[in-house]
């Protein structure tokens, strides 16, 4: 699948442009991640912008119509496997295997508390964020909520890199399209 396509039909699904933009981040991250790994960067980034498809018409069913949505456009079973796992535990029982579902699960959370550290930067941008302003965050527990450091810290361990690696490589790759999505 292109990445135009993919991004058409996360678009077609989520009108929401906070989720779009969620979207946008994890599939800068997931590139950034096949790139050191030298792994197809366009299977990981549609991944990436997939992955929460359905969250906006079926918030409390997320990853339960995945199939049924993607399904029609010929989206392979590899890659709804690695869109269900990022929920494993949360939504989901399918459990993430491949090392790119393990970075999907791992970074999904993560992109969340970036954003909302770009946020609070005096200009709004990723580009002035660094990994010890994210880590500083990461331990006050009232700052992005939504932000589930448990299920991060879990992802961190599946992908076997220390809580600060993960961070530096999340935020790099998000930097590369932060112009997309706006920050």
Not at 33 to 50: P, Q, T
Not at 60 to 84: K, R, Y
């Given at each position: 699948?292109?990445?135009?396509?993919?991004?058409?039909?996360?678009?077609?699904?989520?009108?929401?442009?906070?989720l779009v933009n969620?979207?946008?981040?994890?599939?800068g991250a997931m590139?950034?991640?096949?790139?050191?790994?030298?792994?197809?960067?366009?299977?990981?980034?549609?991944?990436?912008?997939?992955?929460?498809?359905?969250?906006?018409?079926?918030?409390?069913?997320?990853?339960?119509?995945?199939?049924?949505?993607?399904?029609?456009?010929?989206?392979?079973?590899?890659?709804?496997?690695?869109?269900?796992?990022?929920?494993?535990?949360?939504?989901s029982d399918v459990?993430?295997?491949?090392?790119?579902?393990?970075?999907?699960?791992?970074?999904?959370?993560?992109?969340?508390?970036?954003?909302?550290?770009?946020?609070?930067?005096?200009?709004?941008?990723?580009?002035?964020?660094?990994?010890?302003?994210?880590?500083?965050?990461?331990?006050?527990?009232?700052?992005?909520?939504?932000?589930?450091?448990?299920?991060?810290?879990?992802?961190?361990?599946?992908?076997?890199?220390?809580?600060?690696?993960?961070?530096?490589?999340?935020?790099?790759?998000?930097?590369?399209?932060?112009?997309?999505?706006?920050?």
């Open positions: 699948m292109e990445r135009q396509q993919a991004l058409e039909i996360l678009q077609k699904y989520t009108k929401n442009k906070n969620h979207g946008l981040a994890v599939e590139k950034h991640f096949a790139e050191i790994n030298g792994e197809d960067v366009n299977y990981w980034g549609n991944v990436g912008l997939l992955h929460d498809v359905d969250y906006e018409m079926y918030p409390d069913e997320h990853l339960q119509h995945t199939a049924e949505l993607l399904s029609p456009f010929g989206v392979s079973e590899d890659m709804l496997h690695a869109i269900n796992s990022h929920g494993f535990g949360i939504c459990e993430p295997v491949l090392y790119m579902e393990k970075v999907l699960f791992a970074i999904d959370e993560l992109t969340g508390l970036i954003v909302a550290c770009a946020l609070v930067s005096p200009d709004k941008k990723l580009a002035n964020v660094e990994v010890a302003n994210v880590l500083k965050k990461w331990k006050k527990k009232d700052f992005a909520r939504g932000a589930n450091r448990e299920v991060i810290s879990k992802g961190a361990e599946m992908v076997g890199m220390p809580l600060e690696e993960l961070v530096a490589h999340t935020l790099e790759g998000m930097k590369k399209c932060a112009d997309s999505i706006g920050l």
